[in-house]
Protein backbone atom coordinates (compact mmCIF):
# COMPACT_ATOMS: atom_id res chain seq x y z
CA UNK A 1 0.00 0.00 0.00
CA UNK A 2 2.09 2.86 -1.38
CA UNK A 3 1.83 6.08 0.42
CA UNK A 4 2.83 10.03 0.88
CA UNK A 5 3.81 11.89 4.11
CA UNK A 6 3.22 15.18 4.28
CA UNK A 7 5.38 16.13 7.96
CA UNK A 8 4.48 19.61 9.69
CA UNK A 9 7.62 20.85 11.92
CA UNK A 10 6.58 24.85 10.92
CA UNK A 11 5.33 25.74 14.28
CA UNK A 12 7.31 27.67 16.96
CA UNK A 13 6.73 25.33 20.17
CA UNK A 14 5.47 28.04 22.40
CA UNK A 15 4.27 26.15 25.13
CA UNK A 16 7.57 24.60 25.52
CA UNK A 17 8.91 27.92 26.18
CA UNK A 18 12.25 27.29 24.69
CA UNK A 19 14.03 29.82 23.09
CA UNK A 20 13.89 27.85 19.83
CA UNK A 21 11.79 25.98 18.28
CA UNK A 22 11.02 22.58 20.36
CA UNK A 23 11.88 20.48 17.41
CA UNK A 24 15.47 21.00 17.80
CA UNK A 25 15.54 20.12 21.18
CA UNK A 26 17.89 17.59 22.12
CA UNK A 27 16.03 14.61 23.03
CA UNK A 28 18.66 10.72 23.12
CA UNK A 29 21.24 12.48 21.23
CA UNK A 30 19.53 14.07 18.17
CA UNK A 31 17.25 16.83 18.22
CA UNK A 32 13.67 15.77 18.58
CA UNK A 33 12.51 16.30 15.09
CA UNK A 34 15.29 13.60 13.45
CA UNK A 35 13.40 10.85 15.12
CA UNK A 36 10.29 11.61 12.84
CA UNK A 37 12.26 11.98 10.82
CA UNK A 38 14.35 8.85 11.03
CA UNK A 39 11.07 7.02 11.42
CA UNK A 40 9.63 8.25 7.76
CA UNK A 41 12.60 7.81 5.90
CA UNK A 42 12.35 3.74 6.98
CA UNK A 43 9.07 3.37 5.57
CA UNK A 44 9.19 1.10 3.06
CA UNK A 45 5.28 2.05 1.79
CA UNK A 46 6.42 5.78 1.69
CA UNK A 47 6.97 6.98 -2.40
CA UNK A 48 7.05 10.83 -1.30
CA UNK A 49 7.82 13.11 1.82
CA UNK A 50 7.26 16.82 1.64
CA UNK A 51 8.67 18.27 4.70
CA UNK A 52 7.10 21.78 5.85
CA UNK A 53 8.98 24.28 7.66
CA UNK A 54 9.39 28.04 8.00
CA UNK A 55 11.78 29.67 5.40
CA UNK A 56 14.14 30.75 8.52
CA UNK A 57 14.48 26.78 9.19
CA UNK A 58 14.48 25.48 6.27
CA UNK A 59 18.20 24.21 5.65
CA UNK A 60 18.76 23.80 9.40
CA UNK A 61 15.64 21.01 8.61
CA UNK A 62 16.78 19.98 5.07
CA UNK A 63 19.85 18.93 6.81
CA UNK A 64 18.65 17.18 9.60
CA UNK A 65 16.22 15.38 7.13
CA UNK A 66 19.52 14.46 5.13
CA UNK A 67 20.92 13.19 8.92
CA UNK A 68 17.90 10.95 9.69
CA UNK A 69 18.19 9.31 6.29
CA UNK A 70 15.79 11.24 4.28
CA UNK A 71 17.83 12.36 0.47
CA UNK A 72 14.84 13.13 -1.20
CA UNK A 73 11.93 14.91 -0.05
CA UNK A 74 9.80 18.15 -0.82
CA UNK A 75 10.00 21.23 0.91
CA UNK A 76 6.71 23.66 1.63
CA UNK A 77 6.98 26.74 3.26
CA UNK A 78 4.62 26.47 6.65
CA UNK A 79 1.64 29.37 7.49
CA UNK A 80 0.95 30.93 10.88
CA UNK A 81 -1.85 27.92 11.69
CA UNK A 82 -1.52 24.12 11.50
CA UNK A 83 -3.91 24.02 9.09
CA UNK A 84 -2.42 26.17 7.01
CA UNK A 85 1.07 24.31 6.71
CA UNK A 86 -0.66 21.31 6.23
CA UNK A 87 -2.75 23.18 3.22
CA UNK A 88 1.01 23.98 2.01
CA UNK A 89 2.47 20.88 2.38
CA UNK A 90 -0.82 19.42 0.21
CA UNK A 91 -0.14 22.00 -2.74
CA UNK A 92 3.75 20.88 -2.91
CA UNK A 93 2.52 17.15 -3.67
CA UNK A 94 2.94 16.30 -6.87
CA UNK A 95 -0.21 14.78 -9.16
CA UNK A 96 -1.07 11.54 -9.15
CA UNK A 97 -0.42 10.01 -5.35
CA UNK A 98 -3.75 8.16 -4.35
CA UNK A 99 -2.86 8.52 -0.41
CA UNK A 100 -1.64 10.42 2.06
CA UNK A 101 -0.77 10.61 5.31
CA UNK A 102 0.04 13.80 7.43
CA UNK A 103 2.04 13.87 10.59
CA UNK A 104 3.19 16.28 13.48
CA UNK A 105 6.78 16.32 13.52
CA UNK A 106 6.51 16.87 17.04
CA UNK A 107 6.22 12.83 17.19
CA UNK A 108 8.95 11.21 17.30
CA UNK A 109 7.21 7.72 18.76
CA UNK A 110 4.83 7.31 16.04
CA UNK A 111 5.64 3.31 14.98
CA UNK A 112 6.23 2.55 10.73
CA UNK A 113 3.44 0.09 11.85
CA UNK A 114 0.85 2.63 13.15
CA UNK A 115 2.07 4.47 9.62
CA UNK A 116 1.09 1.36 7.62
CA UNK A 117 -1.73 0.83 9.72
CA UNK A 118 -3.36 4.22 9.08
CA UNK A 119 -2.51 4.08 5.15
CA UNK A 120 -4.38 0.39 4.98
CA UNK A 121 -7.43 1.55 6.63
CA UNK A 122 -7.25 4.85 4.55
CA UNK A 123 -6.76 2.88 1.06
CA UNK A 124 -10.05 1.10 2.19
CA UNK A 125 -12.51 3.59 3.65
CA UNK A 126 -11.14 7.22 2.52
CA UNK A 127 -10.14 8.90 5.68
CA UNK A 128 -8.07 6.90 8.76
CA UNK A 129 -7.86 8.26 12.10
CA UNK A 130 -5.47 6.53 14.95
CA UNK A 131 -6.79 6.79 18.43
CA UNK A 132 -6.21 5.87 21.71
CA UNK A 133 -9.09 5.60 24.52
CA UNK A 134 -9.29 8.00 27.29
CA UNK A 135 -8.14 6.48 30.71
CA UNK A 136 -8.96 9.73 33.47
CA UNK A 137 -12.40 10.47 33.96
CA UNK A 138 -12.99 13.66 31.80
CA UNK A 139 -14.85 16.77 33.23
CA UNK A 140 -16.13 19.50 31.79
CA UNK A 141 -15.06 22.47 33.71
CA UNK A 142 -16.35 25.94 33.56
CA UNK A 143 -15.13 28.79 35.69
CA UNK A 144 -13.17 27.31 38.10
CA UNK A 145 -16.19 24.82 38.80
CA UNK A 146 -17.06 21.16 37.35
CA UNK A 147 -20.51 21.89 34.85
CA UNK A 148 -20.38 17.50 34.56
CA UNK A 149 -18.50 14.24 34.30
CA UNK A 150 -18.44 13.60 30.38
CA UNK A 151 -18.76 9.60 29.19
CA UNK A 152 -15.44 9.11 28.84
CA UNK A 153 -16.43 5.78 27.10
CA UNK A 154 -17.88 7.75 24.25
CA UNK A 155 -14.15 9.62 23.68
CA UNK A 156 -10.82 9.06 22.24
CA UNK A 157 -8.06 10.96 22.14
CA UNK A 158 -6.85 11.80 18.24
CA UNK A 159 -3.48 10.98 16.97
CA UNK A 160 -1.16 11.79 14.24
CA UNK A 161 -0.09 10.20 11.34
CA UNK A 162 -3.69 10.92 9.74
CA UNK A 163 -4.63 9.43 6.76
CA UNK A 164 -6.78 10.08 3.60
CA UNK A 165 -7.47 9.47 0.39
CA UNK A 166 -5.87 12.36 -1.52
CA UNK A 167 -8.22 13.71 -3.78
CA UNK A 168 -10.89 13.93 -0.56
CA UNK A 169 -8.48 15.50 2.01
CA UNK A 170 -7.30 18.51 -0.42
CA UNK A 171 -11.36 19.11 -1.05
CA UNK A 172 -11.98 19.12 2.58
CA UNK A 173 -9.22 21.02 3.04
CA UNK A 174 -10.39 23.27 0.52
CA UNK A 175 -13.89 23.99 2.16
CA UNK A 176 -12.71 24.08 5.40
CA UNK A 177 -10.34 27.11 4.13
CA UNK A 178 -13.59 28.68 2.51
CA UNK A 179 -15.76 28.45 5.10
CA UNK A 180 -12.78 30.39 6.90
CA UNK A 181 -12.90 27.46 9.65
CA UNK A 182 -9.63 26.19 11.10
CA UNK A 183 -9.13 22.65 12.02
CA UNK A 184 -6.58 21.62 14.64
CA UNK A 185 -6.51 18.05 12.52
CA UNK A 186 -7.31 17.17 9.30
CA UNK A 187 -9.87 14.93 10.16
CA UNK A 188 -12.07 17.60 11.55
CA UNK A 189 -11.89 18.86 8.00
CA UNK A 190 -13.06 16.05 6.29
CA UNK A 191 -15.74 15.33 9.15
CA UNK A 192 -17.34 18.70 8.38
CA UNK A 193 -16.96 17.82 4.62
CA UNK A 194 -19.50 15.04 5.55
CA UNK A 195 -17.21 12.81 5.06
CA UNK A 196 -16.53 8.96 7.21
CA UNK A 197 -13.68 9.27 9.64
CA UNK A 198 -12.34 5.48 10.30
CA UNK A 199 -10.82 4.81 13.57
CA UNK A 200 -7.34 2.93 13.93
CA UNK A 201 -5.73 2.15 17.18
CA UNK A 202 -3.03 4.46 17.92
CA UNK A 203 -0.01 4.01 20.13
CA UNK A 204 0.06 5.51 23.65
CA UNK A 205 3.90 6.18 23.32
CA UNK A 206 3.38 8.37 20.60
CA UNK A 207 2.79 11.00 22.42
CA UNK A 208 3.23 14.89 21.11
CA UNK A 209 5.77 16.77 22.64
CA UNK A 210 4.81 19.75 23.92
CA UNK A 211 5.69 20.95 27.15
CA UNK A 212 9.13 20.41 28.98
CA UNK A 213 7.97 17.15 31.16
CA UNK A 214 7.32 15.42 27.89
CA UNK A 215 10.99 16.03 26.51
CA UNK A 216 11.74 13.36 29.50
CA UNK A 217 9.72 11.45 28.27
CA UNK A 218 9.89 11.16 24.58
CA UNK A 219 14.53 11.03 26.19
CA UNK A 220 13.18 7.90 28.22
CA UNK A 221 10.76 6.24 25.68
CA UNK A 222 13.64 7.03 22.65
CA UNK A 223 16.42 5.43 24.97
CA UNK A 224 14.92 1.93 24.96
CA UNK A 225 12.64 2.32 22.18
CA UNK A 226 13.38 0.57 18.65
CA UNK A 227 16.05 2.81 17.23
CA UNK A 228 17.98 2.32 20.18
CA UNK A 229 18.06 -1.11 21.36
CA UNK A 230 21.41 -2.51 22.81
CA UNK A 231 23.59 -3.86 19.67
CA UNK A 232 26.20 -6.68 19.84
CA UNK A 233 29.14 -7.29 17.75
CA UNK A 234 31.76 -10.06 17.11
CA UNK A 235 35.20 -9.92 16.89
CA UNK A 236 38.08 -12.38 16.51
CA UNK A 237 41.84 -12.46 16.14
CA UNK A 238 44.46 -14.88 15.54
CA UNK A 239 48.31 -14.36 15.80
CA UNK A 240 51.46 -16.29 15.01
CA UNK A 241 53.53 -17.75 18.34
CA UNK A 242 57.68 -16.31 17.53
CA UNK A 243 60.25 -16.73 19.96
CA UNK A 244 61.81 -13.53 21.88
CA UNK A 245 58.78 -11.36 22.26
CA UNK A 246 56.23 -10.76 25.20
CA UNK A 247 52.89 -12.36 25.46
CA UNK A 248 50.27 -9.78 25.99
CA UNK A 249 46.70 -11.06 26.43
CA UNK A 250 44.18 -8.69 27.44
CA UNK A 251 46.21 -6.23 28.56
CA UNK A 252 48.40 -8.70 31.04
CA UNK A 253 51.65 -10.10 30.32
CA UNK A 254 51.56 -13.33 30.60
CA UNK A 255 54.68 -15.56 31.30
CA UNK A 256 55.79 -18.01 28.22
CA UNK A 257 58.95 -18.77 26.27
CA UNK A 258 57.33 -17.10 23.14
CA UNK A 259 54.86 -14.31 21.87
CA UNK A 260 52.94 -12.95 19.68
CA UNK A 261 53.77 -11.48 16.23
CA UNK A 262 51.97 -8.36 14.89
CA UNK A 263 52.76 -5.02 14.28
CA UNK A 264 51.50 -4.02 17.34
CA UNK A 265 51.98 -5.70 20.97
CA UNK A 266 50.28 -8.55 19.63
CA UNK A 267 47.56 -8.78 21.92
CA UNK A 268 44.87 -11.03 20.11
CA UNK A 269 42.41 -10.97 22.94
CA UNK A 270 42.16 -7.10 22.81
CA UNK A 271 42.04 -6.85 19.43
CA UNK A 272 39.03 -8.85 18.95
CA UNK A 273 37.47 -7.11 22.05
CA UNK A 274 37.88 -3.92 19.94
CA UNK A 275 36.90 -5.37 16.60
CA UNK A 276 33.55 -7.02 18.42
CA UNK A 277 33.11 -2.86 20.12
CA UNK A 278 33.58 -1.88 16.55
CA UNK A 279 31.12 -4.68 14.84
CA UNK A 280 28.14 -3.81 17.29
CA UNK A 281 28.44 -0.29 16.35
CA UNK A 282 28.48 -0.93 12.66
CA UNK A 283 31.88 0.13 11.98
CA UNK A 284 34.87 -1.23 9.93
CA UNK A 285 37.40 -3.48 11.79
CA UNK A 286 40.46 -2.62 13.85
CA UNK A 287 42.93 -2.89 10.71
CA UNK A 288 41.04 0.01 9.09
CA UNK A 289 41.05 2.34 11.97
CA UNK A 290 44.73 1.82 12.75
CA UNK A 291 46.49 0.93 9.89
CA UNK A 292 49.57 -1.17 9.88
CA UNK A 293 51.32 0.97 7.53
CA UNK A 294 51.21 3.98 10.03
CA UNK A 295 54.72 3.92 11.40
CA UNK A 296 53.60 5.14 15.11
CA UNK A 297 51.73 2.45 15.77
CA UNK A 298 54.68 0.16 15.15
CA UNK A 299 54.99 -1.61 18.79
CA UNK A 300 51.92 0.04 20.22
CA UNK A 301 50.24 -1.16 23.16
CA UNK A 302 46.86 -2.60 22.51
CA UNK A 303 45.25 -1.22 25.64
CA UNK A 304 45.95 2.62 23.94
CA UNK A 305 44.29 1.36 20.70
CA UNK A 306 41.58 -0.31 22.91
CA UNK A 307 41.29 3.51 24.58
CA UNK A 308 40.74 5.50 21.39
CA UNK A 309 37.92 2.72 20.46
CA UNK A 310 36.27 3.62 23.51
CA UNK A 311 36.60 7.21 23.24
CA UNK A 312 35.45 6.51 19.29
CA UNK A 313 32.54 4.85 20.65
CA UNK A 314 31.49 7.07 23.24
CA UNK A 315 31.63 9.89 20.81
CA UNK A 316 28.91 8.27 18.10
CA UNK A 317 26.81 7.51 21.81
CA UNK A 318 27.87 4.16 22.28
CA UNK A 319 28.77 2.94 25.97
CA UNK A 320 30.37 -0.77 26.03
CA UNK A 321 28.55 -2.83 28.41
CA UNK A 322 29.43 -6.55 28.37
CA UNK A 323 32.50 -8.53 26.97
CA UNK A 324 32.94 -12.18 26.54
CA UNK A 325 36.02 -13.68 25.00
CA UNK A 326 36.95 -16.87 24.47
CA UNK A 327 40.93 -17.87 23.69
CA UNK A 328 41.84 -21.20 21.95
CA UNK A 329 45.48 -21.93 22.27
CA UNK A 330 47.72 -25.13 23.27
CA UNK A 331 49.45 -23.20 25.70
CA UNK A 332 50.30 -21.48 27.97
CA UNK A 333 47.25 -22.85 30.05
CA UNK A 334 44.91 -19.24 30.56
CA UNK A 335 42.97 -20.48 33.96
CA UNK A 336 45.81 -19.08 36.13
CA UNK A 337 45.99 -15.58 34.19
CA UNK A 338 42.26 -15.77 33.65
CA UNK A 339 41.00 -13.74 36.49
CA UNK A 340 43.83 -10.77 36.20
CA UNK A 341 43.19 -10.59 32.03
CA UNK A 342 39.61 -10.35 33.31
CA UNK A 343 40.56 -7.63 35.76
CA UNK A 344 42.64 -5.59 32.80
CA UNK A 345 39.91 -6.54 30.25
CA UNK A 346 36.92 -4.36 32.43
CA UNK A 347 39.28 -1.44 33.00
CA UNK A 348 40.03 -1.26 29.49
CA UNK A 349 36.75 -0.91 28.42
CA UNK A 350 35.67 0.96 31.46
CA UNK A 351 33.22 -2.11 32.79
CA UNK A 352 32.18 -3.89 36.16
CA UNK A 353 34.34 -7.51 36.51
CA UNK A 354 31.18 -8.80 36.28
CA UNK A 355 30.54 -7.37 32.39
CA UNK A 356 33.62 -9.43 31.37
CA UNK A 357 34.13 -13.06 31.10
CA UNK A 358 37.30 -14.86 29.96
CA UNK A 359 37.23 -18.76 28.80
CA UNK A 360 40.01 -20.87 27.42
CA UNK A 361 40.00 -24.04 25.16
CA UNK A 362 42.51 -25.60 23.45
CA UNK A 363 42.56 -27.15 19.57
CA UNK A 364 42.74 -30.49 20.67
CA UNK A 365 46.15 -30.98 19.05
CA UNK A 366 44.03 -29.92 15.86
CA UNK A 367 45.40 -27.86 12.79
CA UNK A 368 48.11 -24.92 13.72
CA UNK A 369 46.43 -23.92 16.75
CA UNK A 370 46.71 -27.19 18.41
CA UNK A 371 50.63 -28.02 17.06
CA UNK A 372 51.14 -24.59 19.04
CA UNK A 373 51.82 -22.56 16.65
CA UNK A 374 49.64 -20.02 17.11
CA UNK A 375 46.16 -18.26 19.20
CA UNK A 376 42.43 -17.42 18.10
CA UNK A 377 41.35 -15.30 20.60
CA UNK A 378 36.78 -14.48 19.60
CA UNK A 379 34.68 -12.10 21.51
CA UNK A 380 31.27 -10.99 21.62
CA UNK A 381 30.29 -7.30 22.87
CA UNK A 382 27.21 -5.53 24.02
CA UNK A 383 26.82 -1.64 23.60
CA UNK A 384 24.47 0.17 25.05
CA UNK A 385 23.05 3.93 24.31
CA UNK A 386 24.76 6.17 26.68
CA UNK A 387 21.78 7.54 27.98
CA UNK A 388 21.07 4.24 30.19
N1 LIG B 1 2.90 23.24 13.05
C1 LIG B 1 3.08 23.74 11.77
N2 LIG B 1 2.71 25.00 11.48
C2 LIG B 1 2.13 25.80 12.41
C3 LIG B 1 1.91 25.28 13.71
C4 LIG B 1 2.31 24.00 14.00
O1 LIG B 1 3.62 23.04 10.93
N3 LIG B 1 1.81 27.03 12.09
C5 LIG B 1 3.37 21.90 13.36
C6 LIG B 1 4.35 21.87 14.54
O2 LIG B 1 5.68 22.17 14.10
C7 LIG B 1 4.18 20.48 15.11
C8 LIG B 1 2.75 20.10 14.72
O3 LIG B 1 2.31 21.09 13.80
O4 LIG B 1 5.08 19.56 14.53
C9 LIG B 1 1.85 20.03 15.93
O5 LIG B 1 1.73 21.31 16.51
P1 LIG B 1 2.09 21.69 18.01
O6 LIG B 1 2.50 20.46 18.73
O7 LIG B 1 1.02 22.54 18.54
O8 LIG B 1 3.47 22.51 17.82
P2 LIG B 1 3.67 24.06 17.94
O9 LIG B 1 2.57 24.77 17.30
O10 LIG B 1 5.05 24.30 17.42
O11 LIG B 1 3.67 24.26 19.52
P3 LIG B 1 2.80 25.32 20.35
O12 LIG B 1 1.37 25.09 19.99
O13 LIG B 1 3.13 25.02 21.79
O14 LIG B 1 3.30 26.67 19.92
MG1 LIG C 1 0.48 24.58 18.09
Known amino acids: MEYSVVVVAAGSGTRMGAAQNKLFLPVAHHPLAYWTLATVAHL ?29 LLWAQG ?18 QALVLVHDAARPLASPALFDRVAAQAAASGAALPVIDVRDTVKQVENGHVKQTLDRTQL ?73 LPRVGHGMDVHRFVAGRPLWLGGVLVPYERGLQGHSDGDAVLHAAIDACFGAAGLPDIGRHFPPEDPHSAGISSRTLADAAVAELWERGWRVA ?39 KTAEHLGAVGRGEALVALAIAVLVPFSD
Open 322 to 360: QVDITVITEAPAIAPYAAQIRDSVAQVFRLHVDDVSIKA
Open 156 to 228: ALAQTPQGFRTSLLIAAMRQAQQRGGTCTDEAQAVEAFGGEVTVVEGERQNLKVTYPEDLRLAEALLGGGSLQ
Open 79 to 96: GATRFESVLAGLAALPAG
Open 44 to 72: RECTQVVLVTTLAERSRFLELAQQAGLHA
